[in-house]
């Protein structure tokens, strides 16, 4: 059982930053990819950012050259920093773990980011 805790959510202002928080925790073996969705309002979850065991890292079009995702292995943690919003950003920030020994997708509860003057 993995669980995922997220943090770091909130309001800010456009062209402003903030930056994410996932700690995962559990029955983790080894290193997975990790990453970060996002969902608006009425729509399904959409990639934002992933990361890769090897560190390999892939972003939407949408967020290229805003947003950067790093992790911490050794802290089973991952982050995503947030440049230059805007306010079509504003959407539910869920947390997500591959675990690939399990074949299993494992997500946190979601934060809400909000970019509004």
């Known amino acids: 059982q993995v669980r995922l805790v997220e943090s770091g959510g909130g309001l800010v202002q456009p062209g402003g930053s903030l930056r994410l928080s996932c700690a995962a925790s559990?029955?983790?073996?080894?290193?997975?990819?990790m990453g970060w969705y996002r969902q608006f309002p009425g729509k399904s979850r959409e990639l934002v950012a992933i990361?890769?065991?090897?560190?390999?890292?892939n972003y939407a079009d949408s967020v290229q050259g805003r947003f950067t995702i790093s992790r911490d292995n050794a802290k089973n943690t991952v982050y995503l920093e947030m440049d230059s919003l805007r306010p079509e950003d504003t959407a539910v920030y869920y947390c997500?773990?591959?675990?690939?020994?399990?074949?299993?997708?494992?997500w946190g509860q979601g934060t809400q980011v909000t970019v509004s003057s």
């Open positions: 997500n773990l591959f675990d690939v020994w399990d074949n299993e997708n494992y």
């Open positions: 559990g029955d983790i073996f080894g290193v997975n990819p």
């Open positions: 990361m890769g065991a090897r560190g390999t890292t």
